[in-house]
Nanobody, 126 residues
């Protein structure tokens, strides 16, 4: 069983920064991607960023490219999401997720991920 615990959310003004952390415990599939998703009120959960433990390759949604950076620490089984130049439209609950799907493509749909954290609220004021 895999457990994911997010931390680091909060309230920040537009243009500010936050760093989210996701600590993973249990069986970790080192060759499979992990991702960050977010869900704003009244909207579907959307993919934000993904990373592969092996090799550290990353992938971003267009809406956050150039502002957000995903990274991982294998020794700590922790994935981070550094969010810079935050905008009010970034306000959402942010979730960490792990997939057990193999292959070389990136998984952008929430149903493709098997394990989820509890979520952490990020609020950006204008």
């Amino acid at each position: 069983q895999v457990q994911l615990v997010e931390s680091g959310g909060g309230l920040v003004q537009a243009g500010g920064s936050l760093r989210l952390s996701c600590a993973a415990s249990g069986r970790i599939f080192s060759s499979y991607p992990m991702g960050w998703f977010r869900q704003a009120p009244g909207k579907d959960r959307e993919f934000v960023a993904g990373i592969r433990w092996s090799g550290g390759s990353t992938y971003y949604a267009d809406s956050v490219k150039g502002r957000f950076t995903i990274s991982g620490d294998n020794a700590k089984n922790t994935v981070y999401l550094q969010m810079n130049n935050l905008k009010p439209e970034d306000t959402a609950v942010y979730y960490c997720a792990a997939t057990i799907r193999g292959g070389s493509r990136w998984y952008l749909k929430d149903y493709e991920y098997a394990y989820w954290g509890q979520g952490t609220q990020v609020t950006v004021s204008s």
